[in-house]
Each structure stands twice: as C-alpha cells, then as structure tokens.
C-alpha cells in the first residue's frame, strides 16, 4: 500500500514534465514571408534578450514572425540595401523545424520577386 502513493507522485511529475516540453513543428519546402523582425514583422525580443536594438533574420508563417537560426541576415545580401530585409518583406521557400518559438533553418531559398505590370 505505500508504494501506491509513489506511484502516483511519480506519474504525476512525469506528467508534468511531458507537458512542459515544447513540441517541434517541422516545416518542408514552406513559402514564407521574409524579412528583418525587428524593422518590418514589428518583432521587440532580439535573439540575444535585447529589446528589437539589432537587425536579426525572422521568416512569418500564418501570420506568425520567428526569429531564424542557422542563417543570418546578411546572407542574402546587404540588409539596409533597397530591396534588403530591412526595407521590404520577400518570399523565401523554406525547410527547417520551430523548437521553442524559433525558426531552426535547414534551407532558405529567396524567391525571385515578381514584378507588377
């Protein structure tokens, strides 16, 4: 009989522990909004804590910004430039995963942009 309440205590901290764990959300070959989160998604929470005080590469994905791991956002080119990510959002397709809020890029391919007639 007293290994009942042990029992339960320890399911119940296993429980716990599972639900605290954020889930991985893998995205394949995904088109995606593009820019800098600070200056075009309006995102305030640098990847360093900071609040919105650097430029860093963020993709949105049904209406939702995050800040992208594993590429810069000068690696696409000069971000303050005219069409940089600073200045306008751009079509991106993308494969990677979102663990704990943050966009982990595998592939980012910048689309061609498509001229109005």
Excluded: W
């Amino acid at each position: 009989m007293k290994s009942l309440p042990l029992a339960l205590f320890i399911s119940a901290i296993s429980l716990n522990a599972n639900t605290q764990t954020s889930p991985k959300k893998v995205i394949t070959k995904q088109v995606v909004d593009i820019a800098c989160g600070e200056c075009q998604f309006k995102m305030l929470a640098s990847p360093q804590g900071g609040k919105g005080k650097s430029c860093d590469l963020a993709i949105r994905i049904d209406g939702k910004p995050y800040f992208v791991d594993g590429k810069n956002i000068d690696d696409f080119g000069d971000a303050h430039g005219e069409h940089g990510f600073c200045n306008a959002v751009s079509k991106a397709e993308v494969s990677g995963e979102i663990v704990k809020n943050r966009f982990k890029a595998k592939e980012i391919t910048i689309l061609p942009i498509k001229k109005s007639l």
